[in-house]
Structures are given as structure tokens and as C-alpha cells.
């Protein structure tokens, strides 16, 4: 099992020097979304004093020459901070900060999506817009091999890993188990996890959260992760399909629901929603990962709980829909929907502002329209 070279690194040694008083100072790490539009970076800065508020965060630059976000002769890039969470690594009073990525002329990034979802969310912000993601990941070692899996074959056929327990089913726990409480003493709206299909693969849900936050809380979920994973030497990867063939690949199942939806007779609601999302598929398919789409043909095939990428469908319980219905929301006639489309390594600004656009402001044709 390949891990890296600083998981060796003695971590009591480290834990020295991570107890030694600070005094009022505090660290703060500004965690941005890289050119990629799925890499995380970040970088920390010291503070005179604890900040209570986005508006006590002084804004800053970096080189986006190394990001894949400019070019070497015009390199500054803006870090306006936007969230601002506790740090579970150095604990408090230290901080992390999601920020924006602005280009030198103080326009947004190409993969700056929070910019435009949070004037989208505004917008419907009367309605009432709640959100749950179901992040799929799969743990590797730093060869890209699957956490657990045998140096030289496969593991047995997928079955007895889904939720499972014991030694033979659980592959990577003790890494969940530490993301899970990193998120909640960070303050990110983390409501479950479980161990998925195939084997080194696992899920965290973030929500429900209201508006921009479902972009904001499952964003900082991912960089904990991956910070945790770093400590024990191994890769989150959040790739659709790490493994071709018979085995499971990894989504974001995106659950949405009104406040108008949630209440009694709510289902009319969800109907007409999904009446508008059948007319929009493309858009939608194009907006559901990095590469508009690319990395989603690769995982929604029709098989392995999946919808074909080519169609729409939507289902009561239809765990191969594109759309599903829970069965309870069938009966109560009030609830959510859930969007099975969404690639693990989706942006959430981005599937969640397609999603505001087409159900709640009524767009229509291939392209967002620009308020």
C-alpha cells in the first residue's frame, strides 16, 4: 500500500510544537478553488486579532501564473474571503477561509462559479431554497490504487460493502471517522456518512443548506478531507469513475426542495420542476462536472445506479433515473426531488445555480441567461 513520505513523519514530534501558546495572534488559511475548477489551494496568513466576521478578513493576492489561472506577465489574482469556518487542524482561535477568486481587473475567475450562484440565489432567496449533497469519494493510495484493494487483482465483487462493517467490508474507516468530526467541530453542516458500493469508496452528506451555503459547506467538507487524507498519507479522489469496468463510480446526488414544495400539496411543485428539467437535459449534463460533461460519460451509462447521459427519466425510488422521487415524498405528496446527475467532482455553485435557473426562474434553451 503506497502512502506518502510525510505520513512517516513523526506526528508527536509535530504535536510539540502545535500545542505552544500564540498568544492573541491567529492563523488564517485562505482556501480558493484553483484553474482546474476542481483543485483546491491554500495558503495562510497571520492575524493580529480573532476575527468575528467575513468583514474583519483582510483580502489578498496570489500568483495564478501557478494555478492554471493567468499568465506569468499579468499574475495577481484577488482572494476576497467569503466563508470563514473554524480551523480543526490548528484549532482554535484559528481560522479557515473560503474565498472568491477575482483576475486582476477585478472580474471574476473563469472558475470562479460562487460570483454569479450567489446573485442567482438572491433572487429566490422568498422561495426558500434548501439544499443536501451526497458526496461520493474514493480513498487511494498515492500510487492511485484503491485504499485496501490487492496489490496485483480485485477485491471480491461488489455486495457486501455497501454500509458494511468488519475489516473485510470497510476499507479506509478510520479516515472517515476523523473527516466526520473535523467537519463538525469546523462548523460545516455535515448530516452523515456511509460506506458505498465498491470497496475504498465512501459518502458524507452536507445539509440541508439554504441558498449559496450548499456551495460554501461542501467545498470546505472537500478540503478537510483532503487535508485529512494527507495526514494519513493517502488521495481523496472525487474522479466519477476511478475505476473502469464493473464497479461503481462516484456522483454528488443533489436533493432540492422549495419552501412551497415542503408544504402541503408540495408535489404539484416537484412535478413541474421535473416537467422543466426534462427540457433542459444538455444544460444541465454540461453544467454537472468541470468538463461539461466529459467526465460524466464516462460514469452515467444506464448501469451501476445510473442514468444513461443521452436521456432523460424520472422515477418514484428509481435509483436509475435521472430524477428520483422518494418514496416517502410519493406518499406524503410534499418533500424534495433528487438529481442523480451530478459527477463527484462537480462544482456546487455551479449544479446548484443550474438548478435555481431552470426551476425556480423558469429558463429555458442551451445557454443561462445573464440578469
Request: one cysteine or more; glycine letters at 10%.
Amino acid at each position: 500500500m503506497a502512502t506518502s513520505a510525510s505520513a512517516q513523519l513523526s506526528k508527536v514530534v509535530k504535536g510539540q510544537y502545535m500545542e505552544l501558546p500564540q498568544g492573541d495572534q491567529v492563523q488564517a488559511m485562505y482556501i480558493w478553488i484553483d484553474g482546474t475548477g476542481e483543485g483546491l489551494r491554500c495558503k495562510t496568513r497571520t492575524l493580529d486579532t480573532e476575527p468575528k466576521s467575513i468583514e474583519d478578513l483582510p483580502e489578498w493576492n496570489f500568483d495564478g501564473s501557478s494555478t492554471y489561472q493567468s499568465e506569468g506577465s499579468n499574475s495577481d489574482m484577488y482572494l476576497i474571503p467569503s466563508a470563514m469556518f473554524r480551523d480543526p487542524f490548528r484549532k482554535d482561535p484559528n481560522k479557515l477561509v473560503l474565498c472568491e477568486v477575482l483576475k486582476y481587473n477585478r472580474k471574476s475567475a473563469e472558475t470562479n462559479h460562487r460570483h454569479t450562484c450567489k446573485k442567482i440565489m438572491e433572487m429566490v432567496d422568498h422561495q426558500t431554497p434548501w439544499f443536501g449533497m451526497e458526496q461520493e469519494y474514493t480513498i487511494l493510495g498515492t500510487d492511485g490504487h484503491p485504499f485496501g484493494w490487492p496489490s496485483n487483482g480485485f477485491p471480491g465483487p461488489q455486495g457486501p460493502y455497501y454500509c458494511g462493517v468488519g475489516a473485510d467490508k470497510a476499507y479506509g474507516r478510520d479516515i472517515v471517522e476523523a473527516h466526520y468530526k473535523a467537519c463538525l467541530y469546523a462548523g460545516v453542516m455535515i448530516c452523515g456518512t456511509n460506506a458505498e458500493v465498491m470497496p475504498a469508496q465512501w459518502e458524507f452528506q452536507i445539509g440541508p443548506c439554504e441558498g449559496i451555503n450548499m456551495g460554501d459547506h461542501l467545498w470546505v467538507a472537500r478540503f478537510i478531507l483532503h487535508r485529512v487524507c494527507e495526514d494519513f498519507g493517502v488521495v481523496a479522489s472525487f474522479d466519477p469513475k476511478p475505476i473502469p469496468g464493473n464497479w461503481n463510480g462516484a456522483g454528488c446526488h443533489t436533493n432540492f426542495s422549495t419552501k412551497e414544495m415542503r408544504e402541503d400539496g408540495g408535489l404539484k411543485c416537484i412535478e413541474e420542476c421535473i416537467e422543466k428539467l426534462g427540457k433542459r437535459h444538455n444544460y444541465h449534463i454540461r453544467a454537472y462536472d468541470p468538463k461539461g460533461g466529459l467526465d460524466n460519460a464516462r460514469r452515467l451509462t444506464g448501469h451501476h445506479e445510473t442514468s444513461n447521459i443521452h436521456e432523460f427519466s424520472a422515477g418514484v425510488a428509481n435509483r436509475g433515473a435521472s430524477i428520483r422521487i422518494p418514496r416517502t415524498v410519493g406518499q406524503e405528496k410534499k418533500g424534495y426531488f433528487e438529481d442523480r446527475r451530478p459527477s463527484a467532482n462537480c462544482d456546487p455553485y455551479a449544479v446548484t445555480e443550474a438548478l435555481i435557473r431552470t426551476c425556480l426562474l423558469d429558463e429555458e434553451g442551451e445557454e443561462p441567461v445573464d440578469y
